[in-house]
């Protein structure tokens, strides 16, 4: 079974400072990684998946993300947040023949202020 | 790419009351259907999946149900409510040459009171 950790259940940012959300995995099979987001009362959108390649990941909306292997982490930048990046942001695994179905972390609350 | 509708998007029902949470998707076929639920203050937790019609996979014990009448419908259903189903309950989709990509619905919220 997969597990997801999501070191931080909320983080603090001033607008345009950069953000890191850390996330750990646990599994004993191949994973696919994705971050989510959740602006308030929607449904999550995608930021960005890792399935195979390059290890840095580009997404949306300017954010990135690294996969490290041997620290079986996937942690999700953005060098200078706005305020439209408040919002809940989730870190979810699923095994690579299981598509759709999604192992999720406790989700990070992102609150930018000015 | 796919659309995927949910409804009701905001629901209050009584304990022991009945539910039906309806999911239609557009611009795909043969998809594969997922239920989610997050509880308030926690992550997301599959509930069901469905790689066809008739076709059910429940992934965690409970007091729910779900049906999949047509190819892109999809149902999550209960016939006594518990306090502990209140939540944000949302619906995805996945097919394979859509990039590899699963998209969520818009959700329902659930409050059982």
């Known amino acids: 079974a997969q597990s997801v950790t999501q070191l931080d259940s909320q983080v603090p940012v001033f607008e345009e400072a950069p953000v890191e959300l850390r996330c750990n995995y646990s599994?004993?099979?191949?994973?696919?990684l994705f971050w989510y987001v959740q602006y308030p009362n929607q449904g999550l959108q995608l930021l960005l998946k890792?399935?195979?390649?390059?290890?840095l990941v580009k997404g949306i909306n300017g954010f990135e993300a690294e996969f490290n292997k041997s620290q079986t982490s996937f942690h999700l930048r953005k060098p200078s947040v706005h305020i439209s990046d408040t919002a809940e942001y989730f870190c979810?695994?699923?095994?690579?023949?299981?598509?759709?179905?999604?192992?999720f972390g406790a989700g990070t609350q992102v609150v930018v202020t000015p | 790419s796919q659309t995927i509708h949910q409804w009701p998007a905001t629901l209050v029902q009584p304990v022991g009351s009945p539910l039906s949470l309806e999911c239609t998707v557009e611009g795909t076929s043969n998809p594969n259907l997922y239920w989610y639920r997050q509880a308030a203050g926690r992550g997301l937790q599959l509930l069901f999946y469905s790689i066809g019609i008739d076709q059910i996979s429940s992934e965690v014990p409970q007091n729910l149900s779900a049906s999949r009448p047509q190819d892109r419908q999809f149902i999550l259903s209960s016939k006594k409510l518990l306090l502990s189903d209140s939540g944000f309950y949302l619906c995805a989709c996945y097919r394979r040459d859509s990039g590899n990509t699963i998209y969520f619905g818009e959700g329902s919220w659930l409050t059982v009171v």
């Open positions: 979810a695994v699923s095994k690579t023949d299981s598509w759709g179905k999604l192992q």
């Open positions: 890792y399935l195979s390649g390059s290890t």
């Open positions: 599994s004993s099979v191949s994973v696919y």
